[in-house]
């Protein structure tokens, strides 16, 4: 399946580092998520934005920093995160609307040293 | 948002035995998603139940959602080692953006040949 892609797949850093992860979705969707997957919160939705503007930041601390340029690609910058960050964060779309069914793309494994 | 709760957390089957997992809501829904992640892979979505009482069949896989809207199950019958993966339950979140979804820790299912 190629309609929602992530890169980097693995990303391995420092707490001082600062890294993006990207995300760009082929579909025609007009909204787009951010969740972090681990063992303790297997699904934990970050943000949502909806044509491009941010409708969702889920307590989210400020060391994640969401970026939604045009309703294909999004983008999760990283700064100065703590080890327990380390998680498996996956982007997904969808149509805009209440009954519309998610699409997510592969994610990025990330580990924070 | 509106809490799922999904039981039971892990499954071990033999191969052939029936398999079922249950999603429970303390508030109506007005719809409900099911999700399966395989090892090593992101969600996919399955199926959408929006009806009091529905029942929807995918091969050997049976959704219901409860007459209330409150509960819904999954049921695998005679399970084979394709079926191995988390079974995610998803509502909707009661968000700004209307659409985003709380999802259920999940059921994690292992069928040994």
């Known amino acids: 399946e190629t309609g929602v892609t992530q890169t980097p797949r693995h990303l391995v850093m420092g707490m001082t580092n600062k890294k993006s992860l990207k995300c760009e979705q082929h579909?025609?969707?007009?909204?787009m998520y951010w969740y972090k997957q681990s063992a303790k919160k297997p699904l934990e939705l970050m943000f949502v934005?909806?044509?491009?503007?941010?409708?969702e930041n889920n307590s989210v601390p400020s060391r994640f920093s969401p970026e939604c340029p045009n309703s294909s690609h999004l983008f999760l910058h990283l700064h100065t995160l703590q080890p327990e960050d380390s998680a498996l964060y996956l982007c997904?779309?969808?149509?805009?609307?209440?009954?519309?069914?998610?699409?997510f793309g592969p994610g990025t494994r990330l580990t924070v040293l | 948002g509106q809490q799922v709760m999904q039981i039971p957390q892990y499954q071990h089957v033999q191969e052939g035995e029936d398999f079922t997992t249950y999603c429970n809501s303390s508030?109506?829904?007005?719809?409900i998603q099911w999700y399966k992640q395989r090892p090593g892979g992101h969600p996919v979505f399955l199926i959408q139940?929006?009806?009091?009482?529905e029942v929807k069949k995918q091969k050997r896989l049976t959704f219901q959602f409860g007459e209330a809207k409150k509960n819904s199950s999954l049921h695998i019958t005679a399970t084979q080692t394709t079926d191995v993966g988390t079974y995610f339950c998803?509502?909707?979140?009661?968000?700004?953006?209307?659409?985003?979804?709380?999802f259920g820790k999940g059921t994690s299912l292992l069928v040994t040949p």
């Open positions: 997904a779309s969808s149509q805009v609307g209440l009954w519309a069914e998610q699409f």
């Open positions: 579909l025609g969707h007009n909204a």
């Open positions: 934005y909806n044509f491009k503007e941010q409708t």
């Open positions: 508030t109506t829904l007005s719809n």
């Open positions: 139940l929006v009806k009091s009482g």
């Open positions: 998803a509502g909707p979140a009661n968000s700004n953006s209307g659409y985003a979804l709380n």
